[in-house]
């Protein structure tokens, strides 16, 4: 992942770091509402709920890594708000 650089002729490090943080904290509220769906077997037929199950822990799982990367986005943008 590339991290932006944080130099005067760019975006300050505030706004940056304050965007990537709500990002993050949407997503959170987003994976939060998606971990309720978790698929039930009562819905699906024998052979597709293990399917739906690792379909959903795939969803999950991409969104948890583009959570995780916002966060090292947003602690990168914050060391040049302590310069």
């Given at each position: 992942?590339?991290?932006?650089?944080?130099?005067?002729?760019?975006?300050?490090?505030?706004?940056?770091f304050?965007?990537?943080?709500?990002?993050?904290?949407?997503?959170?509220?987003?994976?939060?509402?998606?971990?309720?769906?978790?698929?039930?077997?009562?819905?699906?037929?024998?052979?597709?709920?293990?399917?739906?199950?690792?379909?959903?822990?795939?969803?999950?799982?991409?969104?948890?890594?583009?959570?995780?990367?916002?966060g090292?986005?947003?602690e990168?943008?914050?060391?040049?708000?302590?310069?």
């Amino acid at each position: 992942m590339k991290l932006p650089s944080l130099s005067l002729n760019g975006t300050s490090a505030r706004p940056l770091f304050d965007s990537y943080t709500e990002a993050r904290t949407s997503l959170r509220k987003s994976i939060a509402l998606l971990q309720e769906t978790w698929p039930h077997a009562r819905d699906y037929s024998s052979e597709d709920w293990p399917v739906a199950v690792a379909e959903h822990e795939d969803r999950l799982r991409r969104l948890l890594t583009v959570c995780l990367e916002l966060g090292d986005l947003a602690e990168h943008s914050y060391t040049g708000i302590k310069r």
